[in-house]
């Protein structure tokens, strides 16, 4: 399983030695999606609960016209939950599920920029050491003296569906 | 805009062609003389073999010219069609599909041994009728023809040079050119066909020879043909003045070659189809498809998007318009109202399709299965003209499948045992589709040996499905067979006994909201009736709340409101039931079960629903009123949670959920056995 997990993370270089994200923050940790995934930034919508579903897609939102699952990555991290702020933004990404091409919201409290990674710069997660699960978690790229968290969708999703 | 994909195009083109060869060939079972089908095959093969060829189907156009010089030859009466070359060119049929699929795997193998077959048969066919019609001896005759095509026909690419050609190959001819209706220089269209001809032609074929001639132009053509007696052939027969087109357009005259009657004795299991025979008249159905226009379904799901959220920006307009104390503003929302309201109901009028082509594909289905099972199948379908959503339609498919290919399986005997029991030796399949109320009911009946209760039960009983005698309905017993893993069938066969399949059909029938029906009576047969609603798109449903959320109930589902006393409310914390004239009812919280964790209103309100027999009620804070609820699925993220089956955009924007009825009440009922076992 790792092992073909580790390979959906090198395709995300496949296209070059650069990759386009666009990079957003979560509990103060800050991640990038590639951006031809995303479809569009929205400020915060109302959502509506969903009683029964998993807390990692407990809701979902009206996102013209269609009703698409909002996905709080920072419970697949573990991470504490934030108050929401001005700056909290909701990216929609277009993703494959069960090859269904289908839309979902990720709530972010903040979203930064597009900017280029290099590939030079990344890293695979290191296998210790780490509070995250690295199966969740592409590669870490270095800029500064910190880095950006590639997220590995694929594996965060289909754990959310299995489970 | 872009361009359709050509070779998309030509596949699409394909499969109806395929589809219409292959009625034409099931139709050709029930009458071989069928001149009508005869010539609907041959075109079939002849337009897939040119087009296959243009668009470099080389492999397609190259196997399908040999089908098409074998029924060349019954189509110019040369032999006369046996069961044996429809079944191999219904073989060959398929065959052509798998190419037009996937043109680039390797076919040599299986092409080789169908050509091989069909070689056999037309070999047979030589052997067995060598041509009456030439047998009726080289008597010559004399027949004048006269023939106008349509303004258009050059543009549309008919050659009439080619035309008289082919005249010419049949006998002499003497050809003159009728001028009368070209018209003055200025109002002349060059590209238009002005002339109509006067033939003679001294030939020893059959009339039928000539209007093939016509095959492709016959329908738009005025043409009349005589023949004038023989003898008088000799004389100058006078060309009769020019007449101007007297005849309205429908004058092609449907004449009655003399056929060689050389019937084969059926050797195979005939399947007899009734409709098949009503529906031969094929005239009517073309024209309908000259009317209709070809429409990708993406397009059509696309504008059923669009026309979903115009009814929700309607909706709130409305509201908005409510609040307003504008007169104009809230004429223009009424008008808006009446007008996106009638888009909706034109959309899901677009939406629908007849079951018929549902039905016309269990044709060959049934046709296989005599084969293959021994058995005489009569396939009577009704209903045919009854409309459903198209999404419904496809996925109805994959469960009638199962459920016809049970009816011959287990349903009907074979005919030795049908003589026995004292019914008629074909077996009866029935497929009837009708509407009510809301709902489309398609039936499956068969005049077989019905379903065994014995059978049933103990096999339920030895797969644990049941305790042993256990006390069961008729009903109860007869939904046995839609678990998972049933099968009464003592030996597996081709067609069912493996268990699959049943439970199929109650999956896929659950997903379309539907419910199966089953009755049947030892020795008479068995009938299953499937329920589904119309449509997927948009429901009515009934708005509630519960704590802060909103929710849909459909209202078809709903049998009444009531309020939950308070004595009742109180009451039920032991037990959730309240009595409804005379019958305990259970319920369900939804508080509880969506654990809200608000403060409950004072008077909650309970909402009695129900699937068939079975009733739950539904304990809500309020009931907000009717919603015209336009249907969105949810994402795969959520299909774990079975207690909605989806979702809908309420007037302002929010999202409502609606409730899976279903779940709702078997959740309801397992909480009345528990209650029951506890006491």
Redesign the interface.
């Known amino acids: 399983m790792s092992q073909a997990l580790r390979k959906v993370s090198e395709t995300v270089w496949s296209e070059g030695e650069e990759l386009e994200v666009l990079t957003f923050d979560i509990a103060g940790e800050t991640f990038a999606l590639e951006a031809v995934r995303v479809r569009e930034i929205l400020d915060l919508l ?9 807390a990692f ?1 407990g809701s ?3 996102f ?6 909002l ?1 709080d990555i920072r419970l697949a991290f573990g991470m504490a939950a934030t108050k929401q702020t001005i700056d909290s933004r909701i990216i929609v990404i277009e993703f494959d ?2 090859d ?1 091409a ?3 919201g990720i709530r972010t409290d903040k979203v930064n920029e597009v900017t280029t990674l290099a590939k030079t710069s990344s890293e695979l997660p290191p296998s210790v050491g780490m509070k995250w699960r690295p199966d969740f978690i592409s590669c870490l790229v270095k800029r500064g003296n910190d880095f950006i968290i590639l997220p590995n969708l694929q594996a965060i ?1 289909s754990t ?2 299995d489970g | 805009m872009s361009f359709p994909d050509p070779i998309q195009v030509f596949k699409t083109e394909a499969a109806e062609l395929l589809e219409q060869i292959e009625t034409g060939l099931l139709d050709l079972t029930y009458d071989l003389t069928n001149k009508d089908q005869i010539d609907a095959v041959f075109r079939g093969l002849h337009t897939l073999k040119g087009s296959g060829a243009m668009f470099g189907f080389d492999a397609l156009a190259a196997f399908t010219h040999h089908c098409e010089t074998a029924f060349d030859r019954v189509r110019k009466g040369e032999v006369t069609a046996t069961e044996e070359l429809i079944s191999v060119v219904l073989e060959a049929k398929d065959h052509m599909r798998a190419l037009v699929e996937n043109p680039n795997a390797e076919h040599d193998a299986v092409s080789t041994r169908l050509l091989a077959d069909l070689h056999r048969a037309v070999e047979a066919l030589d052997k067995a009728g060598a041509a009456p019609a030439k047998a009726s001896g080289p008597k010559e005759t004399l027949w004048r023809i006269r023939f106008g095509l349509p303004r258009n026909a050059m543009a549309n690419g008919t050659n009439p040079l080619g035309l008289l050609d082919e005249l010419r190959d049949l006998g002499p001819c003497k050809i003159r050119a009728d001028l009368s209706d070209i018209p003055a220089l200025d109002a002349l269209t060059p590209s238009d066909l002005y002339i109509s001809w006067h033939v003679e032609v001294t030939t020893a074929q059959p009339k039928s020879m000539i209007e093939d001639v016509f095959i492709f132009v016959m329908d738009e053509m005025q043409i009349e043909i005589t023949a004038i007696d023989a003898g008088k052939a000799a004389a100058p027969a006078p060309v009769p003045a020019p007449q101007k087109a007297a005849a309205p357009a429908a004058a092609a005259p449907v004449v009655e070659a003399p056929k060689p009657v050389v019937q084969e004795t059926a050797s195979v299991p005939a399947v007899r189809d009734t409709s098949a025979a009503a529906a031969s008249a094929t005239d009517p159905k073309q024209n309908r498809a000259a009317e209709s226009v070809r429409v990708p379904a993406e397009r059509l799901d696309e504008l059923m ?1 669009r026309v ?2 115009l009814v ?1 920006a309607q909706s709130r307009l409305r509201q908005l318009a409510g609040r307003n104390a504008d007169i104009q503003l809230r004429a223009v929302s009424e008008d808006i109202e009446r007008l996106s309201g009638e888009l909706r109901d034109t959309m899901m009028v677009l939406r629908m399709v007849p079951v018929a082509t549902l039905f016309g594909r269990f044709r060959r289905l049934v046709h296989d299965l005599a084969r293959e099972t021994g058995k005489v199948i009569e396939l009577i379908t009704e209903g045919e003209t009854t409309e459903v959503d198209k999404t419904v339609i496809e996925r109805l498919a994959d469960p009638l499948v199962h459920l016809v290919r049970n009816s011959v399986d287990h349903g009907l005997e074979t005919p030795e045992m049908r003589r026995a029991a004292g019914k008629q030796e074909a077996g009866k399949v029935i497929l009837s589709a009708r509407q009510a109320s809301g709902e489309v009911i398609i039936t499956i009946k068969d005049d077989g040996r019905g379903i065994d209760r014995d059978r049933v039960r103990a096999k339920a009983e030895s797969s644990g499905l049941i305790q042993p005698n256990a006390a069961l309905t008729d009903q109860e017993i007869f939904q046995l067979i839609f678990q998972p893993g049933f099968s009464t069938a003592q030996t597996v066969t081709n067609l069912s006994g493996r268990g699959v399949g049943m439970d199929v059909v109650k999956r896929t029938i659950d997903a379309l909201r539907g419910t199966i029906e089953v009755a049947s009576f030892p020795g008479e047969g068995s009938e299953i009736s499937l329920r589904i609603p119309l449509t997927l798109a948009i429901i009515e449903g009934l708005l509630v709340r519960v704590g802060g ?1 909103r929710y849909v109930i459909p209202l078809s589902a709903v049998e009444e409101c009531l309020e939950l006393s308070l004595e009742e409310d109180l009451r039920s914390r032991g037990r959730s039931f309240i009595s409804l004239r005379d019958s305990l009812v259970p319920f369900i919280r939804l508080r509880d ?4 964790g608000t403060k409950p209103d004072p008077y909650q309100k309970v909402v009695v629903i129900s699937t068939g027999s079975e009733r739950v009620g539904l304990v809500v804070d309020q009931i907000i009123g009717d919603h015209q609820t336009v249907i ?13 089956s989806g ?3 309420l007037g302002d ?5 609606i409730l899976d009825v279903v779940h709702l009440v078997a959740a309801g009922q397992q909480q009345e056995a528990q209650m029951r076992i506890a006491g």
């Open positions: 109302p959502e509506t609960v969903v009683p029964g579903a998993k897609v979902v939102l009206n013209r016209g269609r009703v698409i699952p996905a599920i069960e269904e289908t839309l979902i999703f959310s569906h | 998007d979903g959220e929700i959320g079960l969506f654990h809200t969105k699925s949810m994402s795969k993220l959520h299909h774990d949670v079975a207690t909605f979702a809908t955009i924007g929010s999202v409502a959920l």
